[in-house]
């Protein structure tokens, strides 16, 4: 069972919007993750958290996102989303969603994420 499902990727121009889904499976549910976060990583680069939502609605996000980019949830069906508005092409990248099962380091520590999506593409063409 996959633990974490992501969709809403796609191709879109700068300026544009996106909005990406995850859904957490009935075994990412059970092991009382604290909260769920948005990564991507662009070919080349490393792995950059973008957004998180804790279950009680706490969010943070790189520097590079504020203003454009809004996570929300829905408790009840176990899933989150992120908005992503004014698209630009350095937004382009796989996103995984992520569940944080531990309590330790930074918002986007990436050791403090038990389980992960596959991911979906997102590309920004200027």
């Known amino acids: 069972q996959v633990p974490l499902v992501e969709s809403g990727g796609g191709s879109v121009q700068a300026g544009g919007s996106l909005r990406l889904s995850c859904a957490a499976s009935?075994?990412?549910?059970?092991?009382?993750?604290?909260?769920l976060a948005w990564f991507r990583q662009a070919p080349g680069k490393e792995r950059e958290g973008v957004a998180t939502?804790?279950?009680?609605?706490?969010?943070a996000y790189a520097d590079s996102v504020k203003g454009r980019f809004t996570a929300s949830q829905d408790n009840a069906e176990n899933k989150v989303y992120m908005q992503m508005n004014r698209l630009k092409p350095e937004d382009t990248g796989m996103y995984y969603c992520?569940?944080?099962?531990?309590?330790?380091?930074?918002?986007?520590?990436?050791?403090?994420?038990?389980?992960w999506g596959q991911g979906t593409q997102v590309t920004v063409s200027s």
């Open positions: 992520a569940a944080r099962t531990a309590n330790r380091g930074s918002y986007f520590f990436e050791p403090s994420f038990g389980y």
């Open positions: 939502i804790y279950r009680n609605g706490a969010q």
């Open positions: 009935a075994y990412t549910i059970s092991s009382n993750y604290m909260a």
